[in-house]
């Protein structure tokens, strides 16, 4: 009954408001993302091939191991963070840091500990417009919705047309 209610007032302000839905509370992107991306893998293990990538001779080698480990879903914010350190200490080339650094903020479980690594480490890169691209993709993600949020809003609109 409570739940009806909830959804009911939740569709009466979606209609009240236009059609727009008003999210309350914390975005999902400020708080730690790593309980909404479920099992997180051996932090151990990860940390022990970012060092290794890191040893790598070639830039273009090393960003490219880096960046595959940062696609990587469930990624960790302790994995994200070492992974970005060990990027900007171990790459020369800013054009394969900024990769590194975007592919890391486009993890879809992108974690308050990697963005900390990521906003403190910027000053590695010597381009502001290289900068700048980071810090847009990481407002970008700033303006999406959560995938919880998403969720929510998809389950209270499945309920309210079901009669």
Do not use: W
Not at 38 to 43: E, F, S
Request: net charge neutral.
């Amino acid at each position: 009954m409570r739940r009806i209610m909830y959804a009911a007032v939740l569709v009466g302000i979606t209609i009240g408001t236009g059609g727009c839905i008003i999210a309350i509370g914390n975005n999902g992107h400020s708080r730690d993302r790593d309980s909404d991306c479920g099992a997180v893998v051996d932090d151990g293990t990860v940390i022990a091939e970012i060092d290794a990538a890191g040893m790598l001779f070639s830039d273009s080698d090393k960003a490219d191991v880096y960046k595959d480990i940062a696609r990587r879903p469930y990624l960790s914010g302790k994995a994200q963070s070492h992974l970005v350190k060990s990027a900007v200490r171990n790459i020369f080339s800013d054009a394969s840091k900024e990769e590194v650094l975007l592919a890391v903020v486009d993890n879809p479980c992108f974690a308050d500990a990697g963005k900390k690594a990521v906003l403190s480490n910027m000053n590695s890169l010597f381009s502001d417009s290289r900068k700048k691209r980071i810090l847009k993709a990481i407002n970008s993600r700033e303006m999406e919705p959560s995938p919880v949020q998403v969720e929510a809003m998809v389950e209270v609109t499945a309920q309210t047309e079901v009669k």
